[in-house]
């Protein structure tokens, strides 16, 4: 079964070993390095269809540094991804995914937190114009557009943030509620046309600041945004490094008890995480996860969870 998995942090990790930062690895090979749960090889042998990429710059990079490392990882999203391997196929605008042959894999360029511009929005055109197509305001912390997850503050969004997600819905660009404080949830479910949860569980089986409560799982499902769970165990058990496949079903079963059935998908995280599922600790082995869910849901509706409902989405759906 094919998947469409939301978010992994690849590209933060392949600039780590090119600044030799990572584990002193010096340039990861992308085709087949252990060290990244979605390397060509396991995204293959996962039957993954479309894979999104986030840029991610991390919160110690100093503010005038952060659009020239947004910038690096861009460009070894070409040099390591596009342009070395012909199977992997760069997805600029929704409709190219119909474009797609049997053995490619489409990659979506993602953007985890306005960071990275400030409050320039030219450079956030310029964004768009890389292929950018979902915008996550923040990472934990606050910036200029929104406070984060974990700010004590947690305030909504900032004037410039709600101009950010008008900017995102004229793009058709999807607005990502994953790392937004409750305040700012709200503000995004009020201003996005296109909301996404790229890697978000529920609240109610698991009580953590990065998941979704059941009034804002709800509003997602009346928005017609979409829910892609998460593969993170402190965020499928509380306060817990491990956990089973069987855990995260708890979270997928919540989700359709409140009427997600046709927004829920996957969203692994993989390659930002350090501990794992057990038997889903990369890639190659989603087909471990699709077995399990087909003991417990139709045929249909596992096919919904890790691809349909994404293809079925009316951004995606549309000729945008």
């Not at 042998?45 to 990882?73: C, R, T, Y």
């Not at 165990?233 to 997928?252: G, N, S, T, V």
């Not at 989700?255 to 599922?277: P, W």
């Not at 890639?283 to 869910?293: N, Q, R, S």
Request: glycine share 8%.
């Amino acid at each position: 079964m094919k998947i469409v998995d939301t978010h992994c942090d690849a590209l933060l990790k392949l600039q780590l070993s090119k600044r030799g930062q990572f584990e002193n690895q010096l340039s990861l090979d992308f085709r087949t390095a252990s060290e990244l749960q979605t390397n060509l090889v396991r995204l293959t042998k996962g039957n993954v269809m479309l894979q999104f990429f986030a840029i991610f710059v991390p919160p110690h990079v100093p503010s005038d540094e952060k659009w020239q490392h947004a910038l690096e990882q861009i460009d070894l999203f070409h040099t390591e991804i596009i342009n070395k391997n012909p199977q992997m196929k760069h997805i600029k605008k929704w409709n190219e995914l119909t474009s797609l042959k049997s053995g490619e894999i489409g990659a979506v360029l993602t953007l985890e937190g306005a960071d990275v511009f400030g409050n320039d929005l030219m450079k956030l055109r310029q964004l768009y114009r890389f292929g950018v197509l979902s915008v996550g305001l923040t990472w934990n912390n606050a910036n200029l557009c929104a406070d984060g997850a974990e700010e004590p503050r947690g305030g909504g969004l900032t004037l410039l943030g709600k101009e950010v997600v008008q900017l995102n819905n004229n793009h058709s660009v999807f607005t990502d509620v994953a790392h937004a404080t409750v305040n700012g949830f709200w503000d995004i479910i009020e201003h996005a046309e296109y909301p996404i949860a790229s890697h978000c569980n529920a609240r109610a089986i698991c009580d953590h600041p990065r998941n979704l409560d059941d009034d804002q799982i709800k509003a997602m499902i009346t928005s017609n945004g979409l829910i892609h769970v998460v593969f993170y165990p402190p965020f499928i058990r509380k306060d817990k490094e491990e956990a089973q496949i069987d855990d995260l079903l708890k979270h997928i079963d919540h989700i359709c008890a409140l009427g997600g059935v046709q927004h829920i998908g996957f969203g692994s995280d993989f390659d930002g995480i350090s501990n794992f599922v057990a038997g889903l600790e990369d890639a190659a082995l989603y087909p471990a996860l699709i077995e399990k869910l087909l003991h417990y849901y139709s045929e249909d509706e596992v096919k919904g969870f890790s691809y349909q409902n994404f293809i079925n989405h009316h951004l995606v759906k549309g000729s945008h």
